[in-house]
């Protein structure tokens, strides 16, 4: 089978090419096409995965690497589609996250601020794309991990349908630590989890008919022995009676991370953009070291993840348990093996709701698990939000629908309505600001300077 991977040139590609070496089942991965708009790091990348393969114990030939800049020839025979792009590139990322701290708001990239700004720049160029694999790949299955995730699923549907699923490792990861916890095999553990990308949380975890999350709740050894547990702290968590997402410390101490991320010299996005960058230079020069350099790299970036959360809540490193491997390319992977050989799986993704959360619509894209097999994802009956969870999750999903209405018809109107409706934007006023500096600084914007 031949995979493609949109973004082939991203820093994150050689974890997705590990699995694939690691998989050794029939009918498994043969051909992976890296398509990019960079060349230079096409071709860095290309050398990582080279060298991953030439030191990789497998009885059986790696999978063949090519690389193009051409998308249809990159498109054309896929069976599987991998979307991980970043338009704008990690440049954009620091914009937008400077935009929003200059304006005393969050700017994190999928959260707030610089998610939306993220979406806005995204969301034209994912649907360009999926009208490319519509007419020419409309077999293909389209695995999508594009920031904002949820948001550029929804956006891809309407002209993908079904064949486009979104993926994060946020959720499985939260589950599997959890699971974990409370010596529980996270394989075979049910996670009753539901919201939207970034947005959600665990609010049961059952194994031999037990739910055992309650146990989990009242012991502070175990929440104390996971990131997430703490992140929110056990008797945070014991009041809303589930252990939300990383990413929700955005929303439950939101003043307390501004003032942490406004405290340091410089932001994640622009941490990134120097690490990799590096990385990239150092490749070009040394391309015989390129999985060494790659390595080293990849250490730092995971040891510093979140770091300005974890110095709120004083949650100290990241231990070994937290950053073990098995996060979205395990997604990717299983998810690719259900779908090729009808293999059952149960996978928690980003799709249509098809009225299983009650407070949104059948087409609105959350974040659930899903029974997969040969005719795709559906999501599983999951319990009810509570009223705080379907709140905030209704009040997101309308600042993503209102930034697909803004990236989709060119409206500045609806592009302010996002900025301006989302909980962690106070203000009318700073949400125009922050548009109007997105709109003269990111020149992906210039559709919305009408």
Same mark, same amino acid.
């Given at each position: 089978?031949?995979?493609?991977?949109?973004?082939?040139?991203?820093?994150?590609?050689?974890?997705?090419?590990?699995?694939?070496?690691?998989?050794?089942?029939?009918?498994?991965?043969?051909?992976?096409?890296?398509?990019?708009?960079?060349?230079?790091?096409?071709?860095?990348?290309?050398?990582?995965?080279?060298?991953?393969?030439s030191?990789?114990?497998?009885?059986?030939?790696?999978?063949?690497?090519?690389?193009?800049?051409?998308?249809?020839?990159?498109?054309?025979?896929?069976?599987?589609?991998?979307?991980?792009?970043?338009?704008?590139?990690?440049?954009?990322r620091?914009?937008?996250?400077?935009?929003?701290?200059?304006?005393d708001?969050?700017?994190?990239?999928?959260?707030?601020?610089?998610?939306?700004?993220?979406?806005?720049?995204?969301?034209?160029?994912?649907?360009? !794309?999926?009208?490319?694999?519509?007419?020419?790949?409309?077999?293909a299955?389209?695995?999508?991990?594009?920031?904002?995730?949820?948001?550029?699923?929804?956006?891809?549907?309407p002209?993908?349908?079904?064949?486009? !699923?979104?993926?994060?490792?946020?959720?499985?990861?939260?589950?599997?630590?959890?699971?974990?916890?409370?010596?529980?095999?996270?394989?075979?553990?049910?996670?009753?989890?539901a919201?939207?990308?970034?947005?959600g949380?665990?609010?049961?975890l059952?194994?031999?008919?037990?739910?055992?999350?309650?146990?989990?709740?009242?012991?502070?050894?175990?929440?104390?022995?996971?990131?997430?547990?703490?992140?929110?702290?056990?008797?945070?968590?014991?009041?809303?009676?589930?252990?939300?997402?990383?990413?929700?410390?955005?929303?439950?101490?939101?003043?307390?991370?501004?003032?942490?991320?406004?405290?340091?010299?410089?932001?994640?996005?622009?941490?990134?953009?120097?690490?990799?960058?590096?990385?990239?230079?150092?490749?070009?020069?040394?391309?015989?070291?390129?999985?060494?350099?790659?390595?080293?790299?990849?250490?730092?970036?995971?040891?510093?993840?979140?770091?300005?959360?974890?110095?709120?809540?004083?949650?100290?490193?990241?231990?070994?348990?937290?950053?073990?491997a098995?996060?979205?390319?395990?997604?990717?992977?299983?998810?690719?093996?259900? !779908?090729?050989?009808?293999?059952?799986?149960?996978? !928690?993704?980003?799709?249509?709701?098809?009225?299983?959360?009650?407070?949104?619509?059948?087409?609105?894209?959350?974040?659930?698990?899903?029974?997969?097999?040969?005719?795709?994802?559906?999501?599983?009956?999951?319990?009810?939000?509570?009223?705080?969870?379907?709140?905030?999750?209704?009040?997101?999903?309308?600042?993503e629908?209102?930034?697909i209405?803004?990236?989709?018809?060119?409206s500045?109107?609806?592009?302010?309505?996002?900025?301006?409706?989302?909980?962690?934007?106070?203000?009318?006023?700073?949400?125009?600001?922050?548009?109007?500096?997105?709109?003269?600084?990111l020149?992906?914007?210039?559709?919305?300077?009408?």
């Amino acid at each position: 089978m031949r995979l493609t991977i949109l973004g082939g040139g991203g820093f994150r590609v050689p974890l997705v090419y590990h699995a694939l070496l690691g998989d050794r089942g029939a009918g498994r991965i043969t051909e992976v096409v890296l398509f990019d708009t960079d060349r230079s790091r096409l071709a860095a990348i290309g050398a990582v995965l080279r060298q991953q393969a030439s030191v990789a114990d497998h009885p059986l030939p790696p999978p063949v690497v090519t690389e193009t800049t051409d998308l249809d020839e990159a498109l054309r025979g896929a069976d599987f589609i991998f979307s991980a792009i970043r338009v704008g590139g990690l440049e954009g990322r620091t914009i937008d996250e400077r935009i929003a701290l200059d304006l005393d708001v969050l700017g994190q990239e999928t959260v707030g601020a610089g998610g939306i700004a993220y979406g806005l720049r995204t969301l034209p160029v994912a649907v360009r !794309i999926a009208q490319r694999i519509a007419a020419v790949a409309p077999e293909a299955w389209t695995i999508n991990f594009t920031n904002p995730a949820g948001m550029v699923t929804e956006a891809m549907i309407p002209i993908l349908g079904d064949r486009v !699923i979104g993926i994060c490792d946020s959720p499985s990861g939260l589950g599997r630590r959890a699971a974990l916890a409370v010596g529980v095999d996270p394989s075979t553990a049910f996670y009753d989890y539901a919201g939207l990308n970034h947005l959600g949380w665990l609010r049961g975890l059952r194994s031999g008919g037990v739910d055992r999350l309650p146990e989990l709740l009242q012991s502070d050894d175990a929440l104390s022995s996971f990131e997430e547990g703490r992140l929110f702290s056990p008797d945070w968590l014991r009041s809303i009676g589930s252990i939300p997402n990383e990413y929700l410390h955005y929303y439950y101490f939101a003043r307390e991370t501004l003032a942490a991320v406004q405290a340091v010299r410089q932001t994640r996005g622009t941490f990134l953009l120097e690490q990799q960058s590096a990385f990239y230079a150092e490749t070009g020069k040394h391309p015989d070291q390129a999985l060494e350099l790659w390595q080293k790299t990849r250490a730092e970036r995971e040891s510093t993840y979140g770091v300005e959360s974890r110095e709120v809540a004083d949650a100290g490193e990241r231990d070994e348990r937290d950053m073990e491997a098995g996060g979205y390319e395990q997604v990717a992977l299983s998810l690719m093996r259900a !779908i090729a050989h009808n293999e059952r799986a149960s996978l !928690i993704l980003n799709v249509r709701n098809r009225g299983v959360l009650h407070h949104l619509d059948d087409d609105a894209v959350i974040e659930i698990p899903c029974t997969v097999d040969a005719n795709g994802a559906l999501p599983v009956t999951v319990s009810q939000l509570t009223d705080h969870q379907a709140g905030l999750v209704c009040s997101v999903k309308a600042v993503e629908r209102s930034t697909i209405d803004a990236a989709t018809t060119g409206s500045r109107s609806a592009a302010l309505k996002a900025l301006a409706y989302h909980p962690l934007i106070d203000s009318v006023t700073v949400a125009r600001s922050v548009l109007d500096a997105c709109v003269e600084r990111l020149p992906d914007l210039a559709y919305l300077r009408a």
